[in-house]
């Protein structure tokens, strides 16, 4: 599976947009940019995926590199409630199903 | 997206003993994950369970230890056999419903081996 590089952790202050970076230079053109996030005592929660395009969705919005080699989870105006561990994950399509998780970026939100 | 019911939600065993965990999806799907997560680190996979054939368990991980049924498309057991302190993790079954949606998870069984 390609690989992804995050960071350890970020801050963030409250009702601020948030950027949370994803490096994947190994990505190739059958994998999928997953993202997901998992809130204090619960299991991951699916964010949003895309392939190329820039993706929005409800919870946020999922920004492409052109060369696909990094991505970019945006979280429009962060709450209290969206300090988390988010995760990073290539999935390719043509492959098997499952998920492969790194070590994630551990968000803070500071009222 | 699927709704996922895990049970139990937390145990406290004792070494030696297995615990079984369950998980009911409200909707058919081909393939159930199981996830383990340890104290402080990320999910690893466990096993992928097809309905009908064997799960298909990941480097580290064998069926003696982590035995899984599949009896449906809806329903999925993980068991955690002859438990030691260090099979003390959260464990977590997933799945995924077509291209168009991410995986969903159980939100896990809390296992405290004593």
């Known amino acids: 599976d390609a690989k992804t590089t995050q960071p350890n952790s970020m801050e963030s202050n409250e009702e601020e947009p948030v950027h949370l970076p994803c490096n994947h230079s190994t990505i190739s053109g059958t994998d999928y940019i997953h993202w997901y996030r998992q809130l204090p005592s619960q299991g991951p929660e699916y964010v949003i995926h895309?392939?190329?395009s820039n993706v929005n969705n409800r919870m946020a919005s999922l920004a492409i590199a052109e060369d696909r080699k990094s991505s970019t989870l945006i979280l429009h105006r962060a709450t209290l409630r969206d300090a988390a561990v988010y995760y990073c994950?290539?999935?390719?399509?043509?492959?098997?199903?499952?998920?492969?998780f790194g070590t994630g970026t551990r968000l803070t939100i500071i009222p | 997206s699927a709704v996922i019911s895990q049970k139990p939600s937390r145990d406290i065993c004792q070494r030696g003993t297995s615990l079984t965990i369950q998980c009911q999806v409200d909707?058919?799907?081909?393939?159930m994950f199981w996830y383990r997560q340890q104290p402080g680190q990320s999910l690893t996979l466990i096993a992928t369970?097809?309905?009908?054939?064997?799960?298909?368990?990941e480097s580290g991980f064998v069926i003696d230890k982590f035995p899984i049924s599949r009896p449906n498309l809806t329903f999925s057991t993980l068991t955690v056999s002859n438990m030691s302190p260090e099979d003390s993790s959260i464990y977590l079954c997933?799945?995924?419903?077509?291209?168009?949606?991410?995986?969903?998870f159980g939100s896990g069984t809390r296992l405290t081996v004593v």
């Open positions: 997933s799945v995924r419903q077509g291209t168009a949606y991410g995986y969903t």
């Open positions: 994950i290539l999935r390719d399509i043509l492959g098997n199903e499952k998920l492969t």
């Open positions: 909707s058919q799907v081909t393939m």
């Open positions: 895309g392939l190329t």
């Open positions: 369970a097809n309905q009908g054939s064997e799960a298909t368990y």
